[in-house]
């Protein structure tokens, strides 16, 4: 073999040495991996695959009514920068040095609260001495700022190159603020905690939808998510809330909060065939003197009704036939025992109302008139007043989907767990040893007002899901029929009396002049639980629960005033004054029409031409022509208008250069139009048509002269 042949021969069999041995290497190196090493490289690899991720899903929206967004889910950002990234340290930093200045005073120019002197300092602090997470603007960003700062210097860069860090939080933002809050209720500051109260917590699981799942797996120093299970946002709930009703009882209701200075205030509207609550205010009073909604106490609050609950033992007397509106009554000089206690009248120390009518004692608020009628009825066997108070459903706990909202307690003579006395049928009769929510109140009377028929609220009208109705609500019927016709019509003729009874009417200061309201007053005083009513001084519970308009009711109000620190205590000076304000307010947005719902007054045809005015011809030819109304004549651009009131004519109005133009007969604006195109200054007195003008049509106008322009009708 030649010298060349065993040259080429050692050569490959040098490559073959060495493929030999790569191979082996590799052989070696699998085993090793897969038998030696294989535990430790998928516990490491576990470190990087990270599987049942929980992917959060949108939280449903609430809405008015009417479509008007009430709680919402918005994201915000927190933004950090992390110093460690490597391309802010290549080349000893280049890129952080040329930039810093520059974002320093990108960031104290846009956010203001730290000189650009400072940014640069803090931010150069944090990137010698490398941390992960500097939080270089403390508080909470929009979307549109956190895309305004991924424009600044440095940022634009991206993550990788400049470190910007951005986390998102989701904050639950109610546009209308104040407006129904603790209604509509709050969530927790965690998220995945989902509702506190409210409606946002009655339907948490509607609302906070199912979460997805997702895995992450880092790949080449690059997290990689895959969604495996997408989430199903939540659904949204269309509430019974009226925004425009609500702000006016809000507003009604704190006007006499802060007149009166009350502890507490109670506001709700329902509309009275559907049950729909169309508005609800719940106030507190703070301890700095404002007003605020911290509880839901018109539908959690179990108190004594008071005198509001004389047209319940009305009622039943009627309907039972142990009474009649006619029945005389002897109330004496405000003062009767029952047992050892005595009862008084709110006129007793003016020598009681004397011997009325039962009417007239509802009318009055009289509390002997009514506990007596109670007493003589049922006196002897006071269980069959209860069983007339449950046979109405007075005692029906309500389904409302706000949590915490309170069941009425009426005890019963027979219950053997509460203490039955010889007094606690006379004090039950005008509202005492009895508890009710204002909402249960304001749906006995709602039943009144609705021929009869005893409704639920309700709070929320559907559920929807991308704008379809998944689930729609409707009131549960209570009870079809409460009493019969003829009682009704008796017990509605009595609350009328209580408003507009020249004498005896307690709720003369709700009588209104635009709308006829029908209702009772109530005024309580409150106990002290364990220490009864008269620990710590006298506090009371004033109220005023009726309908309107009285002839064909559509909404049913209560207003309940607890602890009022100025004026006399009165349901109908200070809760029956708001029942008034929001039912003229209310009244006043529901007669509203659209100009577009108006019919077209005839007479209007008949009518001779409009007025028009000289002045652009274009304009003017669009007008007439939408309004159908003919012209003779023609024109170019300015025209001047005669018309005798029958017919309209134009011509054209002649311009000579530089000289000024006959004005009379245009409007204002385009009489200063043409002015200031010329270089005038104009001074205008008076409305309508120009009839003079200080400078003579023809004459050579003079820049920066003034011309005086004196219009009339």
Known sequence: MTEPGKKIISRFAVVYIL??????????????????????????????DKKDITVAPNRGNIYSCDGRLMASTIPSYYVYMDTRVPALHINDGALFTENIDSLAESLADYFGDKSKT????DITKAYREGKSEYQFYKGRISYSQLKDIRKFPLFRLGRNRSGLIVKEMLNRVKPFTSLASRTIGDIYADNQKGGKNGLELGFDSILQGTPGVSSRQKVANTWKEVVEIDPIDGMDIISTIDVDMQDIAEK?????????????GYAIVMEVKTGEIKAIVNMDRNPNGTYSENRNGAVADKVEPGSTFKTVSLMAVLDDGKASLDDIIETGNGLYKFGRATMKDHNAHRGGYGTITLENAINASSNVGVSRTVMKAYGNAPEKFVDKLYKMGLNEPFELYIPGTAKPWIRHPKDQSSYWSATTLPWMSIGYEVQLAPIYTLAFYNAIANNGKFIEPIFVKSINKNGLVVKEFKARVIREKICSDKTLNDVRKALLGVVEHPRYGTGKAVHSPHIRIAGKTGTAQISKGSAGYAAGGKSHQVSFCGFFPYEDPKYTCIVVIREPRIGPPSGGGMSGVVVKNIAERITAIDTMSSIYDMRIDSTLLTQKKPIVKSGNFQALQNVLGKLEQPFNGGGTSWVKVTSDGKKIETANLPFVDKTVPDLSGMGAKDAVYLCEKLGLKTRIAGVGKV???????????????????????
């Open 19 to 48: 493929i030999a041995c790569l191979m082996i290497a590799i052989v070696y190196n699998v085993i090793k991996i897969q038998f030696v090493e294989g535990d430790q490289w998928i516990a490491l690899s576990k470190r990087y």
């Open 118 to 121: 400072a940014y640069k300092r």
């Open 691 to 713: 009839k003079e003008q200080s400078i003579t049509p023809g004459a050579k106008v003079a820049k920066g002269q003034t011309i005086a322009l004196t219009l009339a009708q």
């Open 252 to 264: 009604a209701l704190l006007e006499k909060l802060n007149e009166i200075e009350a502890q507490t």
